[in-house]
Structure formats: structure tokens, C-alpha cells
């Protein structure tokens, strides 16, 4: 009978210890969090992380609902805040006692495979972010702008050029040999803790819409988001070479920056691309207000306003997201023919692009081609 009760007791002991993972002090790439993650608690309910934040007494942090983690390997399937412990979501908080405040906050549960997070706000105006927080094993977790994870193993090397076949968004190292000028990310070596940079460290220079010489718009880049490759993409990683040289890893690829000025850049990606920047717009243009509707769909209808994206469709379902979403940013062609609306919903940032065909626009949401709405009278 009593070994019976001792197999029981190991068993269930076993199946709480794989129902639950801490992490204690996690590894992180790079964060301008003001304090650091103490734990992580990987349950079968729930995902938690433990703060710490250190601020100055009379500053204020506010917890945003689009607080969000997200798999480092892609940006697609984030995870938002369901509650919190020790702080109040959703309300600004002074902080007049301490200097210290200690809190936790709960998002679901994680899949068992992923190793990396991004944490961060999505919230237009400021964010606080953390990028690859490692969850595979205890850290030392550091505070600063510009440290790199001590496991992470990059490196800087000249002669290796980027390449679709990658690690985490990272090139591999290929063994082609290529200018001396072309840099690159190989795994397995250090890299120096001082080039790893957060996107508000960029270069103010580097942040606006930059438009090829036929002036049709390649990338858009702020602070939160970058438009690049037909898709709104999310910083994971920047490496700063010099002043005017930087290499960028996205969710789903990235490309080096060769040289940049107030006004024009250099980027490779696949191909050299040089690009000017031009200034954009600050409102939606009159021509765009109204309502638009899909041919032979009398049902489906997008309404823009000077704000907002009202997507009236009764089928929503082929559209990601709420049906109203935030217009954040306008950004046009320089012939007038392309208009993107850049929009924000509940963290997450996407586009609808109006394309003008035989002098009538045609408005298409990002990922959706067939999806064509023409402006009704």
C-alpha cells in the first residue's frame, strides 16, 4: 500500500512538474524597459512575466490592453494581456512612494515549441518592448538601450551576403564570397554588445517614406512598424555598423542598410536598391472619403473617413481584425496613382492600398488581390 501511495505521489508530481517551466532572470536581445523581467511561469492556463520596474518617483507607467508577447520567429499570432497582479490595467499610474514597483502580468498559454518572445505595447505614441526573450533556460537579464542577449552568438563578417536561407531571421553563413563591403550576421560567434541597437536608437535620418527613382514608394519605416516587401513587418533585430551602415532582421527577412543621408538611402535585400525620401502626406485625400463597394456584392462596402476604416461587409470573415480600424498614417505615390492607408487595430498595425486603373481607383486590403472595391456615386 505504501509503495502504491509513493507512485501515485511521483506521478502526479511528475506530470505538475512538465505541466509548469519558471524561468528565472531570462536572457533578452535588447529592451527599453525601465527594469527588467525577474520570471516566467509556463503553465498549462496561463503565460506570466514578473516586473520589476525601476522609474523616477512623480513619473507614471500606464498597461496598455494591446500589451501583447509574440513567437520571435514571426509576428502573426500575438498574444494579448488578459490580466494583471499588483498593477491596474488600463489606467495611469503615478508613482509617488517608491522608485520600485513589482507586478505580474497574464497572457495564455504559449505552444510547448516556442523557445524566444517579443514582448511589447503596440501603442501608438510610446512602447515599452523587449525583443527574443529566452525562455529555454535561467539568464542574467540586464538593463540598458544597446546589450545583446550573451547567448545570442552573432557576429559582424565581411564577404557573406544575405541570403532566404536563414536562422530566426538571421542569414546562415553561405561560403560565397562577395565585396568586401557586403556585411552580414553568421551564427556561432559574439557579437559586440555595443552595435545591437533598439529601432528609436536608429538614426533620425533613417525613420519617413522612401520612394524609388520612378517614385513609387518601396519602404515606409517609423519607430513601431516598417512597410517593406508588400507587408507591415516588425523590428526583431538591428546591428549597427557605423554611422550610416546598419543590418535590419524583420519577422519574415530583413536587409542591410549601405549608406544613408537625410534624404536618400541604400539597401540590399535581394537586389542594391537606392532610395529617396519624400515627404508625405498628413490627411486622407478628399478623393478617398466615401464609400466603396465590391462589384455584384451590394452587401460588402468599406466607408473611409478622415479617420477610420469602416469595413461594413456582412462576410468579414476572408479580412483579419475588427471591421473599424484606425487610420495612423497616409502615405501616396508621387504621381498620385497609389494611395496606402497604413491601420491600427487592437496592437497591430496593417494596410489597405487604393491603385488608380483606367482613371478610377480600386482599393484592395493587404493580402487579399481579388478583393477589389470601387468607390461608390
Request: avoid cysteine; proline fraction near 4%.
Amino acid at each position: 500500500m505504501k509503495n502504491h501511495l509513493l507512485f501515485l505521489f511521483i506521478l502526479m508530481f511528475s506530470i505538475s512538474v512538465n505541466a509548469q517551466k519558471t524561468i528565472n532572470n531570462p536572457d533578452y536581445v535588447s529592451s527599453n524597459l525601465s527594469g527588467t523581467i525577474t520570471k516566467v511561469e509556463l503553465t498549462e492556463e496561463a503565460t506570466i512575466l514578473h516586473f520589476h520596474i525601476k522609474v523616477p518617483i512623480g513619473s507614471w507607467i500606464f498597461i496598455p490592453k494591446q500589451t501583447y508577447i509574440e513567437d520571435a520567429r514571426a509576428s502573426d499570432g500575438r498574444l494579448y494581456v488578459t490580466k494583471s497582479d499588483g498593477i491596474e490595467m488600463k489606467k495611469k499610474h503615478t508613482i509617488t512612494n517608491s522608485d520600485e514597483i513589482r507586478y505580474k502580468l497574464f497572457f495564455p498559454p504559449l505552444p510547448k515549441d516556442i523557445k524566444k518572445i517579443n514582448f511589447g505595447e503596440s501603442n501608438p505614441g510610446g512602447n515599452w518592448n523587449i525583443y527574443k526573450l529566452d525562455l529555454t533556460k535561467d539568464g542574467v537579464n540586464f538593463i540598458g538601450n544597446s546589450n545583446l542577449n550573451k547567448a545570442s552568438n552573432y557576429t559582424i563578417k565581411k564577404g557573406y551576403p544575405l541570403s532566404p536561407k536563414t536562422m530566426n531571421g538571421w542569414p546562415l553563413k553561405t561560403g560565397i564570397q562577395m565585396p568586401s563591403q557586403t556585411y552580414s550576421i553568421v551564427v556561432g560567434e559574439k557579437l559586440s554588445e555595443s552595435n545591437s541597437l533598439l529601432p528609436r536608437d536608429l538614426p533620425k535620418s533613417f525613420f519617413g517614406n522612401w520612394h524609388d527613382k520612378y517614385g513609387t514608394l518601396i519602404l515606409l519605416t517609423t519607430e513601431d512598424y516598417v512597410m517593406f516587401d508588400s507587408r507591415i513587418q516588425y523590428y526583431q533585430n538591428i546591428v549597427k555598423i557605423s554611422d550610416t551602415k546598419f543590418v535590419l532582421s524583420f519577422s519574415n527577412g530583413g536587409f542591410e542598410v549601405l549608406d544613408l543621408s537625410e534624404t536618400g538611402m541604400t539597401i540590399r535585400n535581394q537586389k542594391l536598391s537606392t532610395l529617396v525620401k519624400k515627404s508625405g502626406i498628413s490627411k486622407v485625400p478628399k478623393a478617398m472619403i466615401g464609400t466603396w463597394g465590391l462589384k455584384n456584392d451590394s452587401g460588402n462596402k468599406i466607408t473611409i473617413s478622415k479617420d477610420y476604416l469602416y469595413n461594413n461587409a456582412q462576410n468579414t470573415t476572408d479580412i483579419k481584425g475588427s471591421k473599424n480600424k484606425q487610420i495612423v498614417q497616409v502615405v501616396e505615390s508621387q504621381s498620385g496613382e497609389d494611395v496606402w492607408f497604413i491601420l491600427y487595430d487592437k496592437g497591430t498595425y496593417d494596410y489597405y492600398r487604393a491603385t488608380k486603373t483606367d482613371h478610377t481607383y480600386v482599393l484592395t486590403p493587404r493580402g487579399y488581390p481579388d478583393m477589389r472595391y470601387e468607390k461608390l456615386e
